[in-house]
T-cell receptor, first 113, second 112 residues
Framework: DARVTQTPRDKVTEMGQEVTMRCQPI?????VFWYRQTMKQGLELLAY????????DSGMPKDRFSAEMPDATLATLKIQPSEPRDSAVYFC???????????FGPGTRLTVL | RKEVEQDPGPFNVPEGATVAFNCTYS??????FFWYRQDCRKEPKLLMS???SGNEDGRFTAQLNRASQYISLLIRDSKLSDSATYLC?????????????FGKGTHLIIQP
């Protein structure tokens, strides 16, 4: 049963620290998405990649956030420096042109103190 | 203006009852529509697509009204396991998994 995996599942850190979140998309999916979910804002698209190339990162604060796909099996989202307002659940999702569905990972619950 | 709007609820419904909720979208060029379900502290998962003619999957019925720009989800004979947040999703452009815009969700609580 193919699934999107994310690590870590939970992260508690102090303001100013660097946070790196990792995602392994489903093998064969060529599109990868990063979302942030909070009670107030709901699911917000931060960035997405197709065939490892960034297509849209307009939802991402550029000064502190960066997203990359070093290879087809790994996507990373980095926050440096982290701030308390970054506390949220970060989801990675993958998909392909064949299906209308995005498959979500379990999320990384980030708490910045 | 928000692109996809939903009543956040919560909708408190007794087990066995029928419940329905709507979602409105602002872009008339919207191409495709979906309902995702998200359980507490879990990831969203596709529940069903919404077709122009309406479609049914067991106890779940989805309807699309393009003229009024809303979609609906109806759940019959509700079960305790239906308790979740239901996310309305609209695709404006692109194809496949691209271009999805998520609503903030409607929280449903089925009570015994």
């Amino acid at each position: 049963d193919a699934r999107v995996t994310q690590t870590p599942r939970d992260k508690v850190t102090e303001m100013g620290q660097e946070v790196t979140m990792r995602c392994q998309p489903i093998l064969g999916h060529n599109t990868v998405f990063w979302y942030r979910q909070t009670m107030k804002q709901g699911l917000e698209l931060l960035a997405y990649f197709r065939n490892r190339a960034p297509l849209d990162d307009s939802g991402m604060p550029k000064d502190r956030f960066s997203a990359e796909m070093p290879d087809a099996t790994l996507a990373t989202l980095k926050i440096q420096p982290s701030e308390p307002r970054d506390s949220a659940v970060y989801f990675c999702a993958s998909g392909s042109f064949t299906y209308n569905e995005q498959f979500f990972g379990p999320g990384t619950r980030l708490t910045v103190l | 203006r928000k692109e996809v709007e939903q009543d956040p609820g919560p909708f408190n419904v007794p087990e066995g009852a029928t419940v329905a909720f709507n979602c409105t979208y602002s872009n008339s060029a919207s191409q495709s529509f979906f309902w995702y379900r998200q359980d507490c502290r879990k990831e969203p998962k596709l529940l069903m697509s919404v077709y122009s003619s309406g479609n049914e999957d067991g106890r779940f019925t989805a309807q699309l009204n393009r003229a009024s720009q809303y979609i609906s989800l109806l759940i019959r004979d509700s079960k305790l396991s239906d308790s979740a947040t239901y996310l309305c999703v609209v695709r404006y452009s692109g194809g496949g998994a691209d271009g999805l815009t998520f609503g903030k969700g409607t929280h449903l609580i089925i009570q015994p």
